[in-house]
C-alpha cells in the first residue's frame, strides 16, 4: 500500500457524503468466553470497558440458547439513547450526515436470532442509518444469522468485524481465546462466501509475540479475503487476567517504537483494497504503557512514520 487507504475514504468514495460509525454497547450482550460456555475469565487482556465509549454492563446475559429475554425493551432503550446522544457530537464535530451503526461492546451476535433481528433492525430504522457493523467472535455467529445479514446486505451497508487478534495458535492459547485460527479461517471463509464485508481486528504485542509472528499474522489475515483491518496496540488495564502478570514482572508491553515500526511495514502488506479502520488505541483505565493514554499523540507519531515511509496520507 503506497497511500493510505482508511474506512473513511471507502465510504466518501462509495457515498460521497461524511459517514460515521456509531459504536453502542448493548445491556445483556456478553462472550462465550466469559460465561462458561468456551471458557471463564475471558480473554487476558479483557475489559470491553476500555473499548467502547458507550459501554453497559448487564447482570443478566444472553447466549446462543437463551428461551426468553426480559430486557430487550432495555435494550432498545439504550440502543436509541446512545445513538442519538452521539450523533448529535458527531454531526457537530464532523458535520456527519449518514451513519453506520456499531454493536461493539462484547459478542453482538451471541444472543438468540430473535432478539438480533429485533435490535438490528430498530437499529436500521433510526434516522440517517444506512447500515450495521457487528463486532463479534468467530465461533459465535450461526448460519442463521449470516444467512439474514446477507439479505440485509442487499439494501444497506453491512460489516461483520471478527476479532482474529493472532493467527498464531500458541498465543491464542496464552491469550485464553477459546478457539483456534482454523475456526478463524472458517467463518470468515463462511462470510465472506455469503458477500458480507468482513474487517479483521489484529492486536500487535500479544504476549510472547516476536514481530515476526506479527507480520505473519497480517499475511494470514490478507489471504482471509478480508475487506479491511483494524490494529490495536495491546495495552493493560484494571480487572484483567493481564493486568496481574504486569503487575508480577512477567508482561512487558509493547514499546511505541516497536508498535509504529510494526504498523508500518503491516501497512505496507497491504493490498490497496483493503481499508484500515483503526491504527491505535489507548482508554482512561490505563495501567501500561503510558504512550497508549494519548491517542492523538500517537495518531501524530504515526503520520509522522507513514510520510518518512513514503505511504501518502
Aim: proline share 4%; hydrophobic share 35%.
Amino acid at each position: 500500500m503506497e497511500k493510505l487507504y482508511t474506512f473513511g475514504k471507502y465510504l466518501k468514495q462509495k457515498y460521497n457524503q461524511k459517514i460515521k460509525k456509531v459504536p453502542i454497547s448493548i445491556p445483556g450482550f456478553t462472550c462465550p468466553n466469559i460465561d462458561g460456555t468456551v471458557a471463564r475469565g475471558g480473554c487476558v487482556f479483557c475489559e470491553n470497558e476500555s473499548f467502547s465509549p458507550n459501554f453497559q454492563k448487564d447482570r443478566f446475559t444472553l447466549n446462543l440458547n437463551s428461551k426468553e429475554n426480559p430486557i430487550l425493551a432495555k435494550q432498545i432503550k439504550a440502543l436509541k439513547t446512545q445513538f442519538f446522544n452521539t450523533i448529535k457530537l458527531y454531526k457537530k464535530i464532523y458535520g456527519s450526515q449518514k451513519f453506520i451503526v456499531y454493536f461493539q461492546s462484547f459478542t453482538n451476535t451471541y444472543a438468540p436470532f430473535s432478539t438480533l433481528k429485533i435490535l438490528y433492525e430498530e437499529a436500521l430504522k433510526l434516522p440517517d442509518v444506512i447500515g450495521l457493523s457487528i463486532g463479534t467472535r468467530t465461533d459465535s455467529i450461526t448460519d442463521e444469522t449470516l444467512n439474514y445479514l446477507k439479505d440485509l446486505s442487499k439494501d444497506y451497508e453491512i460489516w461483520v468485524e471478527y476479532g482474529i487478534q493472532s493467527s498464531n495458535d500458541e498465543t491464542l492459547k496464552r491469550i485464553n481465546r477459546g478457539h483456534d485460527f482454523k475456526n478463524v479461517k472458517e467463518t470468515i471463509k463462511k462470510t465472506k462466501d455469503l458477500g458480507l464485508n468482513v474487517c479483521g481486528h489484529l492486536i500487535f504485542g500479544l504476549p510472547g509475540e516476536s514481530q515476526k509472528d506479527m507480520l505473519k499474522s497480517v499475511e494470514d489475515s490478507v489471504s482471509l479475503n478480508i475487506d479491511s483491518i483494524k490494529f490495536h496496540p495491546l495495552y493493560v488495564t484494571d480487572n484483567t487476567l493481564l493486568a496481574l502478570e504486569y503487575k508480577k514482572g512477567e508482561f512487558i508491553p509493547i514499546s511505541e517504537e516497536d508498535y509504529i515500526d510494526t504498523l508500518i511495514k503491516a501497512i505496507k502488506m497491504l493490498p490497496e483494497n483493503i481499508s484500515i479502520q483503526r491504527m491505535s488505541a489507548g482508554t482512561k483505565n490505563l495501567l501500561a504503557p503510558t504512550w497508549c493514554k494519548d491517542k492523538s499523540l500517537q495518531m501524530s507519531h504515526i503520520h509522522k512514520a507513514l510520510i518518512k515511509a513514503g505511504i501518502k496520507l
